[in-house]
């Protein structure tokens, strides 16, 4: 059975979980039924994806048909940019469109609030410019105490961050009455974040590691970018431990004791990245991975906003 990590809410979180970004329509139901009949019970949504609707429409069928229950799973999803001064309405939003009661987890997806385009319209507003039009005008600190009335009223267990630094995360500490009990950013060996991985994990919040294989060919893609999966290293080790360049590379990733939500449109793939709990990588090993680093980040949202937000 996969491992979990105790939040700093009390909450477990199961350390491995599928993420459904990029996931069309039909395909979600299959997908997620097959997810739950392989063991994963951590399910990484978000209103930008626009595939809610389905994913609840897959969680109830798998309530109803006594499958799992609902206290068996770990659901989170995530506050869009342009929902930061709608807090409230765009979590109910989620939650009708997952048709549940409660959320395990709510991120706020970027440490930018955008435009409002409606509650549940996950748009990103571009100016004349076509760059991001960002709103000056709501402070990351009032989306956080909105995050935390959440919790108060019963919506949502635990609240965290996403794509968060050093700098952001710490005010974020600094002023929350609940601190937030994950950030979930994108690392991978080519793209490590050692700094703020520790940082996190020293302040007592949980790393989710999104895009934990270097997001493979959806991401060279998408972003022009290279996977990690390719490099000699990983290859080889591989080879050691007779398991795929994915399983070594997300064991990597749980021994780093972060969280890590794979996607695959494949039940095979599925199956394979759940498998990975039945080796240990050795210590040598990982400092071997430690020199494979290239500081890559392969999800780079700046092609569609006109924007580096990282810069």
């Known amino acids: 059975m996969a491992g979990a990590i105790t939040l700093s809410s009390g909450f477990r979180m199961p350390i491995i979980g599928l993420g459904v970004w990029r996931m069309e329509g039909k395909s979600i139901r299959d997908l997620v039924l097959s997810a739950i009949n392989i063991g994963y019970r951590h399910f990484d949504c978000a209103a930008d994806y626009q595939n809610e609707s389905e994913v609840g429409e897959a969680l109830a069928e798998a309530f109803q048909t006594g499958l799992v229950k609902r206290e068996d799973l770990f659901i989170t999803t995530k506050l869009w940019n342009s929902d930061h001064g709608h807090v409230s309405e765009a979590c109910q939003d989620s939650l009708k469109k997952l048709q549940l009661d409660y959320l395990d987890l709510y991120l706020v997806h970027f440490p930018i609030a955008t435009r409002h385009t409606g509650v549940g319209t996950t748009g990103s507003a571009l100016d004349e410019d076509g760059v991001l039009d960002i709103d000056t005008n709501i402070s990351l600190e009032t989306t956080w105490h909105a995050m935390e009335d959440l919790v108060s009223k019963g919506l949502v267990r635990s609240i965290g961050i996403s794509n968060y630094d050093i700098f952001l995360t710490r005010d974020c500490i600094a002023y929350s009455k609940i601190k937030p009990a994950v950030n979930q950013i994108e690392t991978h060996p080519y793209f490590q974040r050692d700094s703020l991985v520790k940082f996190c994990q020293k302040h007592g919040i949980c790393v989710t590691a999104h895009t934990p294989l270097g997001g493979a060919a959806a991401n060279a893609e998408w972003f022009g970018s290279i996977s990690c999966l390719e490099d000699p290293v990983i290859k080889t080790l591989a080879e050691k431990y007779n398991k795929t360049v ?13 969280a890590v939500i794979p996607k695959s449109s494949k039940v095979e793939r599925l199956r394979e990245n759940f498998q990975i709990f039945n080796f240990t990588i050795s210590d ?28």
Do not use: H, S
């Open 246 to 258: 994915a399983q070594l590379v997300l064991q990597w990733g749980v021994q780093r004791n972060t």
């Open 284 to 311: 040598e090993d990982m400092e071997k991975i430690k020199t494979i680093d290239r500081k890559c980040r392969t999800n780079q949202p700046a092609k569609f906003w006109g924007i580096d937000l990282y810069a």
